[in-house]
């Protein structure tokens, strides 16, 4: 019913893993690149098997799709796409997270993955007209002392690179494992952001404020178990990257009826809506928008608002983002 609504404004992607915006179809065109045996037999067999439980169950498979991702030009190609599909959605604007150690810890070198990614923003900028940067996640299952070493690689990319997030499996994975790291990708200047409350509890949205220092929340869904909490983030208009059809495929949320975005709006929180992995979820940012909008009956100005937090929350330049606005 809003879809011409949804589709006609221009809007910002402040959550997407460039990751998991591959598709099956390139997933078999890099396999066949580089001569990779995939343990699907078709595009359609791939799609059948994006049945996830849980965020682990989705893990398992999204780390081993990004294994067809070897060279510059296959990250070029990954980035490229996602970007040209935002832009038919009428993307703007797009913070990009990227998984270094899922490509690292497989041989791939830093500057690969950073080269390509980066080489397809500077394309998209200059002929699709939208603007992107980049937002390295550690891979919070793995130690402290490997998010150290990637961050040291990412120091000589400073100029590419805008921000720094914690992703991967959350439940045991406090972000408080962080702190140090985090201390030090904040007094070199990187924004910073986290994934909590999307399967972990209340606590972990505390920790990532008090211990991360962070400047957004990415999912944040638990932290509505806390008033108190909820209060805070209030207050200090600290943004949340919800992601609705991610909750619904990683049953966070049972039924995208029950997903809180309406209450937390209720509540007067900086919402944002996302497309978190959208070849594995079902959807790019328009239909997050379409879907959740039809479960919620969110009204036009309710969704025009969404669309505008998405510009304030975002790290474009004031001046940019007050001509988009
Ligand atoms: C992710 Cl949905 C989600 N949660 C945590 N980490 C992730 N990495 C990619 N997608
Ligand atoms: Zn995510």
Known sequence: MNDALIRSLPKCELHIHIEGSLEPELMFALARRNGIALPYESVEAVRRAYQFRNLQDFLDIYYQGMSVLITEQDFYDLAFAYLERAKADNVRHVEMFFDPQGHTARGVAFETVTDGLSRAIADAERTLGVSACLVMCFLRHLDEASAEKTLDEALAFKD???????????????PSKFKRVFGRARDAGFFVTAHAGEEGPASYVWEALDELGVERIDHGNRAMEDETLVGRLVREKMALTVCPLSNLRLRVVDDLSHHPLRRMMDKGLVVTVNSDDPAYFGGYVNQNYREISEALALSREEIAAIVRNGFHASLMPDEEKKKAL
């Open 160 to 174: 590419r690179i805008v921000g720094i997030g914690l992703d991967s499996s959350e439940a045991g994975h406090p």
